[in-house]
């Protein structure tokens, strides 16, 4: 099961260690439920996704989790940011990413939300809907996109996909020359396109459906308005493996060399230009960095099922309950002792939907014991509520044996340093 964990994770004296650092050792000073989060495994995907499109433009999508402390690291590796919110704007600000890697998105972006894209001069900002002409313009934005929605049904769950038809993003492909003629007549730089097919994805199939889209539409937009697209943002959505029996996705690197590779061949066949990349992942960066530290409480038998309740649940991991999203367990303190039966893992929630693990094969476990779910990098603490007012974990950034508070418990944004 390790190989769901962090790069940097191994069994010490029957002990998970990630990042050098002992997760009971963890645990006993910072409290539970706690997130921990391995540098090193960040940056290792951060250079996947590079290595796959050296010529591209990596942003991390920001909304897997918005956190000044992660986002940092990654832009220390090069990386920019895809901001969709001006909450998001200001914690790309706070860490350090340069406006020249600035995306900034968004299905309603309010006037507000525009203004402050243009006073920090962003990079690009993705128009979701024909009426941002105009406004974009008027906010005095300069360099923009068009989402483009291809009527693609991605093989993820229907919650989270968003490049089909009646999706709420973008616009039609029948419907972009008219957006980009008037974008042009604005006075924007209409610089190209973008499209984005929805999360956790695990092959390459529904990228390249939306490349051969794309290609005939951009065909078309030469031969009718002399345009083509200098940039093409192929969103992100690349999954990560949760638990042993799901498909094991590509690569960061494998994904992005296919995608882009495909891109390329399809684009010279009808004589398009070569744009230029920009992928936006948000999941494949963090997802599998992070692991979520519970302390076991009640454990007893109702029926055919015995329980396992943990002293989070679904407001610090709200996934299962939105999505049916499945994830593992390990008996963090007694990681080397063999499996004892089958338990399902809930939370404290009053809520009969407040289940983490249907199905998980564990030791015995015990009032006290500390249980590891590892893959909950992204979109949980993003995620997160105050239900039954219970506080948001905290979260660690750990490397070499040290770890650093990212989170403070029961709070939203990066501690303050010292």
Known sequence: MLELFPDTAEIVGGVLHVGGCSTAALADEHGTPLVVYCEETVRAAARSWQRGAPDATIVYGSKALPNAGLVRALVEEGVGAD?????????????????????????????????????????????????????????????????????????????????????????????APEVIDGARAAGLEMLGLHVHLGSQLVDTGAARSAVERLTGLCADARARLDWTPAIVNLGGGLGIRHVLDEPAPPSPEEYARAVSERLQAAWAAVDLPRPHLVFEPGRSLVGRAGLTLYRVGVVKRTGETTWVAVDGGMSDNPRPALYGARYSALLATRADEPPGGVFAVCGKHCESGDVLIERAELPAPRRGDLLAIPATGAYTLAMASGYNAVERPAALLVVGGRARAILRRGQTEEPSPA
């Open 83 to 175: 901001v969709s919110t001006l909450g998001e704007l200001r914690i790309a600000q706070a860490a350090g990413v340069p406006a020249s890697k600035l995306v900034v998105h968004g299905n309603n972006k309010s006037d507000e939300e525009l203004a402050a894209a243009a006073e920090v001069d962003a990079w690009l900002v993705v128009m979701d809907e024909p009426g941002e002409v105009e406004r974009c313009a008027a906010a005095g934005v300069k360099r923009v996109l068009l989402r483009i929605t291809p009527g693609i049904e991605a093989d993820t769950h229907e919650k989270i996909r968003t490049g089909h038809a009646g999706s709420k993003f973008g616009v039609a492909p029948e419907e």
